[in-house]
């Protein structure tokens, strides 16, 4: 059974390629797709493509909506979805896609420190499963995909 997830979320760690190291170790049959994890990239596509603005807003208000093509398009396509929130930085845009993912129907994992548990309780709420480490996502997308316990 092919799957394919979608990895939404902080962008400043390696927590993607942890997910992407166990999937291929484990042999699993998953597609992963994520956002344009380039910050510089994603902020500046608005301006880059239909020109140049002279308030902040504008240009973000043009990088946001061409984003939101690729993230909706791929969460829309996914099997599953992954919102992992980090340490560093508020990521509205993580709990934007885990509601469009929720109200879409589509199973959600999220991945957070304890730290953060009280914050994230209505999005926890909607996830199926809370992890606390890629790992984690990697042992539930096995367990989901072939039935199989972690070996511990």
């Known amino acids: ?8 979320g902080e962008i400043h760690t390696g927590w993607r390629a942890r997910i992407a190291n166990g999937l291929m170790e484990e042999e699993l049959d998953v597609e992963l797709s994520a956002p344009v ?9 608005g301006v880059a493509i239909l020109g140049a603005e002279q308030r902040d807003f504008w240009k973000d208000h043009k ?17 599953v979805v992954v919102v992992r929130f980090g340490d560093e930085y508020r990521q509205w845009n993580a709990a934007f896609d885990a509601g469009y993912a929720a109200a879409l129907g589509k199973p959600l994992i999220t991945l957070h420190p304890e730290q953060h548990d009280h914050a994230l309780k209505e999005v926890d709420r909607a996830a199926l499963a809370v992890a606390r480490e890629p790992e984690q996502v990697v042992d539930i997308l096995r367990y989901v995909l072939n039935g ?4 511990r």
């Open 1 to 8: 059974m092919s799957w394919h997830v979608y990895l939404s």
């Open 37 to 45: 994890i380039d910050h510089g990239a994603s902020d500046d596509v």
């Open 63 to 79: 990088g946001a909506g061409i984003n939101a093509i690729r993230t909706r398009t791929l969460i829309e396509q996914s099997d």
């Open 148 to 151: 199989r316990l972690p070996r």
